[in-house]
């Protein structure tokens, strides 16, 4: 279970660059539940999804992971509890290392690395069984290097290898967003599958609203720094694209804007 | 023979220290100056140690720690002070120049009356090989090829040793964190402890080299470490393009023939006659044209093609 209880990040604090980036953010989570989190750029969702990642301290709140308080625990240590999949294909393998080595990698994540050899013969054969369910022929080209291969097979590989050991959660930075429509559905399909399988505790920030309504069963909408939104349950399961396009428009609404630049975008676009 | 024969053992033994510039520079993509420096405080310990008639052995091993030490320090800079990797570098290795004349009481420190492993290895190469040894037609002093078998063999020792290091679990998170510290991070490396170990490692072999380097030549000097960082980078890159894969056995392989090859092209120009002084000037030549050739076939290439399609 997941407790994020208020927190708080500004980033450039006392500088014109000055970003109010979360502003009193909470929520729980509870075990083998699947959320989506929503919203516009610079709504804030992946700097929330990166505190919890521990990418950097929060300035003020708690979150802790199974009761647990894990605010000032450094992002390597967290990584013991957590498995994370980037929005760029290209963060979460190591290029020049080859595939079994960087499912090595991952089959030790959160653990004391010695000085045993990293892919032993009988991994290797672990290694086949479970790529070989990502069906994309990986699996007899173990000794291959990463970089060598499409965005989409390292995005597949890095969600396999941030599963590989259960962990308590699992992060998805808006994962599918540098993939091509086709390949992004396949790594979604992928998602579900591993998800469902292990049963795991997820968070999901993605600006699809397609993907927010079709996956997970609860969905948490953010605009500037804070959550305006939390649908779960039956409400979650009847909510279309269309409803949450309402909301947006009416969030635009609110956020009023004054009147010379009304005027200025009269002019320029009427 | 005997010129090609000093050339190879001088190969041998600044190969190790092209292996420690592999495993910052190539493994974790530091350009470390701390390089500079830990050779001459490798061979300034070693030396000062046999003076007070250490036994050889031990006084590598010393020399080894030291280096070790120096290369933690670069790192903790540089991970704890948030120091840039050049600067921290450079600040060690300039703290080393004093360090290693307080080691050695002067800038020069003689061996010739010492017992070091070169002498060691020699002696043992007059009982087995004799005064001569005839090879291929070529008559070549036994204690020659006692001390280039030595060199050699510590080149294949801690060659072997650092390919089996790079394929343990530890060894393949560092290379990790040279590749991909995000990632490495993501799954639970601790990349600052990792960067500290890796240049611990890597300027302990490479004062390991400068305390052979000192022994076989029978003196350690203050300056001996300049400009030792772009030698190894020299071998370095003559090793990959002599050898060209990107897996470490071939790397490890291919930076100890190219630190060889080099040493060798530096006897025979010297030979012909070029002017000492100019060797680190021919050496950062060297370095900088190999740095910007790959990226300037590229543009030919390119302009090739275009013109082609024109």
Known sequence: MLEVRNIYKTFNQDTPDEVKALQGVSFTIEDGSFVAVLGTNGSGKSTMLNAVAGAFQVDAGQILLDGHDITRLPEHQRARYVGRVFQNPFSGTAPDMSIAENLALASMRGQTRGLGWAVSPRMLDEFKTRIRQLNMGLEDRLSTMIGKLSGGQRQALTLLMASWLRPKLLLLDEHTAALDPKTAKKVIELTESIIQKDHLTTLMVTHSMQQAVNLGDRLIMMNKGQIIHDFRGEEKRRLRANDLLALFDEVRRKEQIDHTTAEMLSQAYV | ?310
């Open chain 2, 1 to 310: 023979m005997g010129v090609l024969i000093g050339a190879l053992t001088i190969g041998f033994i600044l190969s190790l220290l092209a292996l420690g510039v592999y495993i910052s520079f190539r493994v974790f993509n530091y350009p470390d100056m701390t390089t500079d420096g830990s050779v001459t405080l490798g061979a300034a310990v070693a030396a000062a140690l046999l003076v007070y008639k250490v036994d050889p052995l031990t006084a590598t091993l010393v020399a080894t720690l030291a280096g070790l030490a120096a290369g933690a320090t670069t790192g903790i800079l540089h991970t704890r002070f948030r120091i840039n990797e050049l600067l921290s570098g450079i600040l060690v290795m300039t703290a080393l120049y004093s360090v290693n004349l307080h080691i050695m009481g002067r800038s020069n420190l003689p061996l010739l009356s010492e017992r070091t492993l070169a002498s060691q290895a020699e002696d043992v190469g007059k009982r087995v090989f004799g005064e001569t040894v005839q090879i291929a037609g070529w008559s070549v002093a036994g204690t020659d090829l006692s001390v280039l078998l030595l060199s050699f063999f510590a080149a294949v020792v801690v060659g072997v040793i650092l390919f089996v290091f790079l394929r343990t679990n530890l060894g393949t998170a560092m290379r990790a964190t040279g590749n991909n510290p995000q990632m490495i991070r993501a799954l639970g490396g601790n990349t600052d402890l990792m960067v500290v170990c890796g240049l611990a490692l890597a300027n302990g072999i490479i004062a390991l080299s400068g305390a052979l380097l000192a022994q076989y030549q029978g003196f350690a000097d203050v300056q001996m470490g300049l400009g030792m960082l772009v030698w190894g980078i020299a071998s370095l890159i003559i090793g990959e393009s002599l050898i060209g894969v990107k897996s470490v056995g071939f790397l490890i392989t291919g930076t100890i023939m190219g630190c060889v090859l080099f040493r060798l092209l530096v006897a025979i120009a010297l030979r012909w006659g070029m002017n000492p002084n100019d060797l680190k000037l021919i050496t950062a030549a060297f370095v900088f044209a190999a740095l910007i050739l790959p990226g300037l076939l590229a543009k030919l290439r390119i302009k090739e093609r275009k013109a082609a399609h024109a």
